[in-house]
């Protein structure tokens, strides 16, 4: 597989002279697809044992078949799945595009049925978040990094990915409010108002750290004392995700990612009373639909019809 793929900075770069393989994943903008993208690819040839370029040229439908229940096999959800199909589906209509196969392996392989209508995210109670802040050790650099990393997750609602965007000069007073500015979805920017719990964690972990006044360094940093590692290197959507399970795994939760904060916090909103107007735009969701698929308020036992009947 590495004579096929390897990965340098989180990129795909195809052996040799397969060109318009670089070429279709550089196109990309958002870094997020790259990543995405690079690891379906990698994981596809990885499954069949592709050990030279041309090979590629040869996959037929049963190959993509076969990789999509293996996934499924493995547990992954629909979602993942489709987008694993999707990667691959997307890098073969450019070479199709270009000439250089005539046919897309993915066409007419049929995609796992997905429930649109909500997110399936885990979603954390309110003590577990508790107990989640309260597991974090506070006497230490690293353990004020990680609360603030948690506490934007709980009460922004943000991306993991949007976390590791964020640099010193992101995080800003304007008018009597605490804001951060993200990066999100399409390179645009939103700009979140911290309630006094989420901000005071943050200047804390500010007047801790050695950056606070590079403004234009990256906001969460590496803070191990390893002299082989680079101080200042930005912590990666992988390394905050790490961040993550370390944490979320000591308290049993199987099946926890960085979204179920973002699910949390979209539900916790609701359920407060907030206008799902304004989660819409703390989340930074284009359409309100979205919104509303994290809305569990109406599925909630507690307010089944069937209370309400009587014969």
Known sequence: MNNIVSTDKNKLSIYQNIQEETVWFE?????????????AITQFIKFL??????????????????????LLENGLSPSTVNNRLSAISSLFKHLIEQQIVK????????????????????????QDVSDLFGLINKDTLKGIRDSAIMHILFYTG????EIAKLKVKDYYEDDGYKILDFIVKGGKQNSV????????????????????????????????????????????????????RSYVKILGFDRCWPHSARATFITQ??????DIADV?????????????????????????ASFGVRY
């Open 49 to 70: 044992g592709i050990k030279r370029k041309e090979e590629l040229r040869n996959i037929k439908n049963i190959h993509v078949i076969r990789f999509r229940d293996s």
């Open 193 to 244: 108002a911290l309630n006094t719990e989420a901000h005071r964690v943050i200047d804390c972990y500010l007047e801790q750290a050695e950056h606070g006044e590079d403004y234009d360094a990256p906001l969460f940093q590496n803070v191990s004392r390893n002299p082989n590692h680079e101080k200042k290197a930005a912590l990666t959507r992988m390394a905050l995700t790490k961040v993550w």
């Open 269 to 274: 909103a609701l359920e407060s009373g907030t």
């Open 103 to 126: 046919i897309n392996p993915v066409i007419g392989v049929k995609r796992s049925r997905m429930n649109y209508d909500v997110v399936k995210s885990r979603r954390l109670k309110k």
């Open 27 to 39: 196109n990309f903008i958002s870094e997020n697809s790259k990543e995405t993208y690079r690891y």
């Open 158 to 161: 943000c991306r993991i990915s």
């Open 280 to 304: 819409q735009a703390t989340v930074a969701h284009t359409s309100i639909r979205t919104t509303k698929m994290y809305d569990q308020r109406l599925k909630l036992h507690k307010n089944s």
